[in-house]
Nanobody, 124 residues
Framework: QVQLVEAGGGLVQAGGSLRLSCAASGLTFSTYNKVWFRQAPGKEREFVGSISWSSSSTLYAASVKGRFTISRDNAKNTVYLQMNSLKPEDTAVYYC?????????????????WGQGTQVTVSS
């Protein structure tokens, strides 16, 4: 059974930082591309960024580029999202997901496995 478990969310002031983690089990972690999405209340789930299985490629949404960094530790079966210079508009539930086939597609339907999400709230 595949499980993705996010952690690290919380309340932070604007300009602050958080690091999210997503621990995976039940799959061959090193062969899966990983992605982060987020969903704010009343909005659709949106692509945040992704990292290929080999860590050779990353992609970011324009809204977070230069502020967020994705990394992975295959030995720990964990992917990270370092979020700096947070803004109130970054407030959302953040989800990690995995796919064996893609890291570049920005549609949620392209990803096979999902975590339960972790809340990030940025106060102004």
């Amino acid at each position: 059974q595949v499980q993705l478990v996010e952690a690290g969310g919380g309340l932070v002031q604007a300009g602050g930082s958080l690091r999210l983690s997503c621990a995976a089990s039940g799959l061959t972690f090193s062969t899966y591309n990983k992605v982060w999405f987020r969903q704010a209340p009343g909005k659709e789930r949106e692509f945040v960024g992704s990292i290929s299985w080999s860590s050779s490629s990353t992609l970011y949404a324009a809204s977070v580029k230069g502020r967020f960094t994705i990394s992975r530790d295959n030995a720990k079966n964990t992917v990270y999202l370092q979020m700096n210079s947070l803004k109130p508009e970054d407030t959302a539930v953040y989800y990690c997901a995995a796919s064996a086939n893609t890291y570049s597609r920005t549609s949620p339907s392209a990803y096979d496995y999902w975590g339960q999400g972790t809340q990030v709230t940025v106060s102004s």
